[in-house]
């Protein structure tokens, strides 16, 4: 079983900025690649970001240019942090990782744009 604890979520109005936290286990921060999804009720997850252990990036479409992925290997923690948040980007956050052929899950951290 992998553990990752996440932190972070919140109230934002729309425009402000947030920062998610991810801790793993040494073992699987340092040798896996690191992602964040995002879902909605009613939808499916939706890769937000992932970081591979040499930081390779990628970016959802719809986050490119606000949000940043990083990895601090001091604390085992992967951050998201996100700017320029609009209403759309409401929805539970979850800090994932694959490690063969399965994918372990954060508990997720609401995220919540409003006025």
């Known amino acids: 079983q992998v553990q990752l604890v996440e932190s972070g979520g919140g109230l934002v109005q729309p425009g402000g900025t947030l920062r998610l936290s991810c801790e793993a286990p040494v073992s699987v921060f340092r040798f896996h690649t690191m992602a964040w999804a995002r879902q909605t009720p009613g939808s499916e997850r939706e890769l937000v970001a992932r970081i591979s252990p040499n930081n390779t990036i990628e970016y959802g479409d719809s986050v490119k240019g606000r949000f940043t992925i990083s990895r601090e290997h001091a604390k085992n923690t992967v951050y998201l942090q996100m700017n320029s948040l609009k209403p759309e980007d409401t929805a539970t956050y979850y800090c994932?990782?694959?490690?063969?052929?399965?994918?372990?899950w954060g508990q997720g951290t609401q995220v919540t744009v409003s006025s």
């Open positions: 994932n990782v694959k490690l063969f052929t399965r994918t372990y």
